[in-house]
């Protein structure tokens, strides 16, 4: 956990530690990039295991608010983002595994078509007329609007999906890991004074005034 001590930064967990630094080179700026899209990816982790771990026809709301999220955050990662320098190669990370890519297909049609925009027909809307007997006073009961969910939330989904996930989460791992090692071996190679010359990081609270703002 990132802390303030005084005027200066600190990570729990590394007790002989006296400062924490920012460093801004080319592999710094690439691995912030897959450092969110890692973040995302444990994430979806940790919503469906929750996923899993619920009763699926006790919970309904809560089961279809959860794969909601899912979704949304894991293809956050694949889709064009004006925030992150690159987003992840379906073919690179699905392509050598056998029906991977078509099952990333399918569920990448059920995020952008349905849970995003109801554009399939897994939404389907009618305008009915509730008809009462000839012989009633009044003929028409009433005028509904109709609208046809399909509950995409269900076991054999998440059975389904569940492998993506954990495939995305460790090649993205994998790259972390090598940027770290990339880094470490860099900055080991520069003098003490130029390491503690390097600017701390800095973080700042975001306002309302920056919700609808690239950072």
């Known amino acids: ?59 309904p709301v809560g089961a279809r608010a959860i794969w909601v999220a899912t979704l949304v955050t894991f293809y956050k990662c694949f889709q064009q983002s004006h925030a992150r320098d690159f ?5 690179q990370i699905f392509g050598s595994l056998q029906g991977a890519l078509d099952v990333f297909i399918y569920f990448q049609g059920l995020r952008n078509k349905h849970v995003v925009h109801d554009e399939n027909s897994y ?18 009961a009433d005028i509904l609007s109709i609208v ?6 269900n076991a054999e989904h998440i059975r ?14 994998n790259q972390h890991n090598s940027l770290i090692a990339q880094l470490v071996t860099s900055y080991e190679g520069k003098v003490y004074s130029e390491l503690e010359a390097l600017p701390e990081p800095t973080l700042t609270v975001p306002t309302s005034n920056e919700v609808g703002r690239k950072r």
């Open 160 to 173: 389904s999906f569940s492998p993506l996930i954990s495939t995305a989460f460790s090649w993205v791992e």
């Open 87 to 91: 987003s992840l190669d379906k073919n």
């Open 148 to 153: 046809f969910n399909a509950d995409t939330a």
């Open 123 to 140: 939404t389907q809307v009618q305008t009915v007329l509730v008809l009462n007997p000839k012989d009633d006073q009044k003929h028409v």
């Open 1 to 59: 956990m990132l802390r303030k001590e005084g005027s200066s930064f600190l990570i729990d967990g590394y007790p002989r530690a006296i400062a924490v630094k920012e460093v801004s080179d080319p592999i710094a700026k690439e691995m912030q990039t897959i450092a969110l899209h890692r973040s995302d990816l444990n994430r979806c982790k940790d919503f469906l295991d929750e996923l899993k771990a619920l009763d699926l026809q006790k919970f």
